[in-house]
């Protein structure tokens, strides 16, 4: 029966790929969401749901041929196509975020920098799962802000007139002209670190409580999106913590499994308040998905407060 399932899932999508293959969204269909959405509405076919925003994600699936990262109904109000690009004297593609904001991207086929982009503004949606700042989580007028995991540094532009001066944590060398670009503007606030942030410091890695000490600062507000080591980078802040000085961090928790738990396991020892955001992720980029599938996106963490 199974067999015959698979079957008919994979004749679907392979129909549907040739008719559209990407939803407006820019998500292209693949055979592997298929199995993973047909997984979850099974999982989940004769167990009592209480949480609003899972009931919102199963009727969702439900909805649609395959699974998606954000299951929720706000992610349909985003479409790439609403994205327009233009090109600088180099080549490389922006997006006007406002008449005074670039957001430069790295090069490529245009429509597939417009999926990126639009995915940007499906993370930051206020009914977001990874959304960073809500109403009483806010990067204030002043603030130093470390963007940790920066890659095109979408939430540093947003806020850049604010902030006192940003510092942009990216290893990956093909973003850094991106970054002086998109923040030449103000070139005299912005510092980019070209290092990986962990619990140790060499020639390719860095601890935060290293870097801040040597520039005598601590920051005000810390995001951290670094693909499953956020872990690794909290541990490697003990010191900014015994400054007890307020802070407050916006770490993800969907990149593996058990990361959530394992971010609140650590933020609990110290004592620290946090909140979760609401919604739920589908996610498996980084570990096999498996039951109950659903993660938390973000933590909102106060440390020191």
């Known amino acids: 029966m199974k067999k015959i399932s698979r079957f008919f899932d994979w004749l679907y999508i392979f129909l549907l790929k040739r008719i559209r293959p990407y939803d407006k ?3 292209p269909l693949r055979q592997r ?20 925003f899972f009931k919102e994600a199963i009727s969702y ?13 706000f992610r349909d109000k985003y479409e790439y196509r609403q994205i327009h690009l233009q090109l600088d004297s180099d080549g490389v593609p922006y997006w006007l975020m406002t008449p005074e904001k670039k957001l430069y991207f790295l090069p490529g086929k245009l429509n597939e920098v417009a999926m990126s982009i639009n995915s940007l503004r499906i993370e930051q949606d206020e009914h977001s799962p990874h959304r960073y700042i809500t109403p009483g989580f806010q990067i204030e007028e002043g603030d130093i802000l470390a963007d940790v995991g920066c890659a095109e540094a979408f939430l540093s532009l947003q806020y850049i007139e604010k902030v006192k001066h940003v510092y942009l944590f990216e290893r990956d060398p093909i973003w850094i002209n991106v970054l002086q670009k998109t923040f030449a503007p103000w070139k005299d606030k912005v510092t980019i670190v070209p290092k990986y942030v962990s619990d140790h410091d060499d020639d390719n890695n860095v601890r935060l409580d290293t870097y801040f000490t040597k520039e005598g600062v601590c920051p005000d507000f810390i995001k951290l999106d670094v693909e499953g080591v956020e872990c690794k980078v909290l541990n490697g ?12 961090i916006a770490a993800c928790t969907y990149h593996y499994h058990d990361e959530y738990r394992d971010v609140i396991d650590l933020v609990s020892r110290y004592g620290f308040r946090y909140e979760t955001s ?6 498996g980029l980084y570990d096999e998905m498996r039951p109950p599938y659903f993660r938390h996106g973000m933590v909102r963490i106060w440390a020191n407060s």
């Open 61 to 73: 699936l439900r909805h649609r041929p395959d699974a998606v990262f954000f299951p929720a109904f």
């Open 278 to 283: 609401d919604g739920w992720m589908l996610f």
């Open 33 to 52: 969401r298929r199995r993973i959405r047909r997984e979850v509405l099974s999982y989940y076919q004769n167990q009592t749901i209480d949480d609003p």
């Open 25 to 27: 969204q820019g998500m």
């Open 237 to 248: 802040m003990k010191t900014l913590f015994d400054t007890e000085k307020p802070m407050k």
